[in-house]
T-cell receptor, first 109, second 113 residues
């Protein structure tokens, strides 16, 4: 079956760095997305990786290793507004999105 | 530009009743999707439409139906609601099908009693 694993919850301190990992097992691969979802709100797009390596976008970076079925989202200089759930999702060979359950990130002062 | 709108924002529904959740986008996106999101679970695809006039079944289609008469609108109907359909429902759209960024509506919170 197809599966995406990410930690259920993580806690970090304001101003610090946190890495949220995602491992996947899917039938084929056509890209990996990270979305951010604040409590009670809709998911919003953060990043997209289709080739191996690091994609940097301001304070957020996303890394992909297709051979390992692994990605991470790196958040630097954490701010209180970064408290949210982070959803990892993979596009499989049929171009269907497989969604992880999300990682709830709690930022403490 | 509103993006994607959903209605109603929330609803309490008696079991057995029929309910249509509305979704409208103004981005002229070809593909649209309906998801449900339950605590502890990832987003689960109910139905999708790759272009106006076509629809397809997702991971959890039972008890739901959709139509796509035009590009902008993609209503989701619960023919006879059951308590297990209590959830948050998100509509989304993307420019095309495949590995495209999806844009989400604000969601409809549905409680079936």
């Amino acid at each position: 079956g197809q599966n995406i694993d990410q930690p259920t919850e993580m806690t970090a301190t304001e101003g610090a760095i946190v890495q949220i990992n995602c491992t996947y097992q899917t039938s084929g691969f056509n890209g990996l997305f990270w979305y951010q979802q604040h409590a009670g709100e809709a998911p919003t797009f953060l990043s997209y990786n289709v080739l191996d390596g690091l994609e940097e976008k301001g304070r957020f970076s996303s890394f992909l290793s297709r051979s390992k079925g692994y990605s991470y989202l790196l958040l630097k200089e954490l701010q209180m507004k970064d408290s949210a759930s982070y959803l990892c999702t993979v596009t499989d060979s049929n171009y269907q999105l497989i969604w992880g359950a999300g990682t709830k990130l709690i930022i403490k002062p | 530009i509103a993006g994607i709108t959903q209605a109603p924002t929330s609803q309490i529904l008696a079991a057995g009743r029929r309910m249509t959740l509305r979704c409208t986008q103004d981005m002229r996106h070809n593909a649209m999707y309906w998801y449900r999101q339950d605590l502890g679970l990832g987003l689960r695809l109910i139905h999708y439409s790759n272009t106006a006039g076509t629809t397809g079944k997702g991971e959890v289609p039972d008890g739901y139906s959709v139509s796509r008469a035009n590009t902008d609108d993609f209503p989701l109907t619960l023919a006879s609601a059951v308590p297990s359909q209590t959830s948050v429902y998100f509509c989304a759209s993307s420019e095309g099908q495949g590995a495209e960024t999806q844009y989400f509506g604000p969601g409809t919170r549905l409680l079936v009693l």
